[in-house]
């Protein structure tokens, strides 16, 4: 050190993190000062999809629904039942499915293509799959229109309960924010995680009450619930927003703990491995 | 960091201070690692990563008003020592005290995203660095007057030349007026034109009682610009002091005495 030293207190001491995360207090002001990043990064994200187009709009909501037929006609055809209950559930479930898993697919890459900004800016990185979340909510707001307006043309019961698919979707969003926050550093490690997601999607949304209703399951596939969190949710959801029922507290209380648990140890991994990232990506 | 600071200060007062810095990080040998890459060798006892010791017991201060170089030959840790200074990577050991905000070349971010223009780029880099929209709107014209990218600035950046891309970082980092300016190599790509404003723009800022760090391979321009230099090789400082002295020394080092092909290019 020479004679220069100074007296006044310095703006910013980098020293090695003690407990293996950041300063947590310190890592959230810095996030919470940058929340019009997230909004314009996820904004310019839309963007280049051409979300913000008519067609691209069009487009965000034509492909749940496309799909959902597909599925509809599977069952009609192969399973023999054609109730409109049946079709509201399957493509409600189906919105709150792609939901979660646009998101994780929109996450998973979310650290690994930062490269200039995370070698060269520092920021909370959590940042980048926050952004990938709004995405994912702002891809499945018109979804929830379009299933409103399905739902009137069936003439599906209407009430106050159906107020209850607020927090359903609250809970979800931090479930899938979560899984994305997870993801995403584990793709930093493997990157071939990636390409496997598609494969595993495929698989959770076949072992998720979709396509049937969790009630008409086999008394020996159940145990297949506990280790699903999106029981309980799309139990709660389709209550909710199909048959205007209160859905379960159990359900609500099981997805809530579900959703939190992930998302708790997705930012613990995350946190712990944040500084790794500029070495790695 | 957060919001842009005007106030003065007083050449000679500490502007960054690093004491008994060390930093080892774990880095994967797989330039793309895989699950699969994992798997496939599992049990084989095949190493995956390697530890990396880029920084030493670094022991440097900058006080306000000076310029200090930094030269060293590839992979000697200068680039890294760069961004524990700006706090992209934080320390495995010692301590760095910034007195002031810290803007490094390419700091913010520029050109991150390729489907985005170079205007977005800007926007976005500098609200990841901490900026408000409004700073930013304000330092915009600036920007991209000095970058002299005329229209371009609405392209894709996937359209840009690397010196369209230099000019715009450099750009950015000296418009918004750090305290602190840290250049990583970034004189290196422009055109001759472009050289000589960015060393104006150097000296001028370091008449503005600013520290300046800056990192080349251009031994004429660090002798021409600098007060102090260090020389890091390996992770370790080798020698500090007056410019001509500690060049001289690293010249020898590099066994290639003083020649034109070193001195030109910056």
Not at chain 1, 89 to 108: D, E, I, P, R
Not at chain 2, 59 to 73: K, Q, R
Not at chain 2, 146 to 174: C, H, K, N, Q, W
Request: aromatic share 10%; charged share 20%.
């Amino acid at each position: 050190m020479d004679n220069a030293k100074s007296k006044t207190a310095p703006v910013e001491v980098y020293e090695p993190f003690r407990a293996g995360l950041p300063p947590l207090r310190k890592y959230w002001r810095s996030l919470w000062a940058r929340r019009s990043f997230i909004a314009e990064y996820s904004r310019s994200e839309l963007r280049e999809k051409h979300y913000d187009s008519v067609f691209g709009q069009v487009w965000l909501v034509l492909n749940p629904l496309l799909l959902s037929g597909v599925y509809f006609l599977l069952i009609v055809i192969i399973g023999g039942h054609s109730d409109k209950m049946r079709y509201g559930h399957l493509t409600a479930c189906l919105f709150l499915f792609y939901f979660v898993s646009n998101t994780m697919t929109g996450g998973v890459k979310s650290i690994t293509k930062g490269g200039k900004l995370i070698l060269n800016t520092a920021f909370p990185r959590i940042m980048l799959p926050i952004s990938a979340t709004v995405v994912g909510i702002f891809r499945f707001l018109p979804t929830i229109f379009v299933f409103f307006v399905i739902r009137t043309i069936l003439g599906f019961p209407i009430g106050w309960a159906m107020l209850w698919a607020i927090p359903v979707v609250v809970i979800t969003a931090i479930l899938a924010l979560g899984l994305a926050v997870l993801i995403s550093t584990i793709n930093v490690y493997f990157r071939d995680i990636s390409s496997f997601l598609p494969y595993f999607s495929r698989t959770w949304l076949y072992l998720s009450p979709i396509l049937y209703e969790a009630s008409a399951l086999k008394h020996n596939l159940r145990s297949l619930e506990a280790f699903n969190p999106l029981f309980p949710l799309l139990n709660s959801w389709s209550r909710a927003i199909v048959h205007a029922q209160v859905p379960k507290a159990t359900d609500m209380l099981i997805s809530l703990a579900w959703a939190l648990g992930i998302f708790i140890i997705g930012t613990y991994y995350f946190l712990a491995r944040e500084r790794d990232f500029a070495v790695r990506v | 960091m957060q919001s842009e600071s005007n106030s003065t200060h007083i050449p000679g007062e500490l502007a960054v201070s690093v004491q008994h810095l060390g930093l080892t990080y774990t880095t994967t040998i797989d330039r793309r690692p895989t699950l699969k890459a994992r798997v496939r060798t599992l049990g084989r006892g095949t190493k995956h990563t390697r530890v990396v010791r880029a920084l030493d017991d670094i022991m440097m201060d900058v006080p306000y008003g000076s310029v200090l170089g930094i030269v060293g030959a590839n992979g000697a840790g200068k680039s890294t020592l760069m961004r524990v200074i700006s706090g992209i990577l934080p320390p495995s050991q010692g301590r760095v005290e910034v007195y002031g905000k810290v803007s490094t070349l390419l700091a913010l971010g520029v050109g991150f995203s390729p489907t985005l223009s170079g205007r977005q780029n800007v926007e976005l880099g500098g609200l990841a660095a901490g900026m408000t929209r409004k700073e930013i709107a304000s330092h915009f014209e600036e920007i991209a007057d000095f970058a002299e990218l005329g229209d371009a600035i609405e392209a894709p950046m996937r359209t840009y030349s690397s010196g369209m891309f230099a000019r715009l970082g450099f750009a950015v980092a000296v418009t918004v007026r750090p305290d602190i300016l840290i250049v990583d190599e970034a004189l290196s790509t422009g055109d001759a034109h472009f050289k000589e404003k960015s060393l104006n723009k150097i000296k001028e800022l370091r008449s503005d009682a600013r520290a300046l760090i800056l990192v080349s391979h251009g031994l004429g321009t660090i002798r021409d610009v600098c007060n102090e230099v260090a020389w890091l090789d390996k992770g370790k400082l080798i020698k500090r002091g007056e410019p001509n002295a500690v060049v001289d020394a690293y010249e020898k080092f590099l066994k290639v005495g003083k020649s034109a092909a070193i001195d030109e290019d910056i």
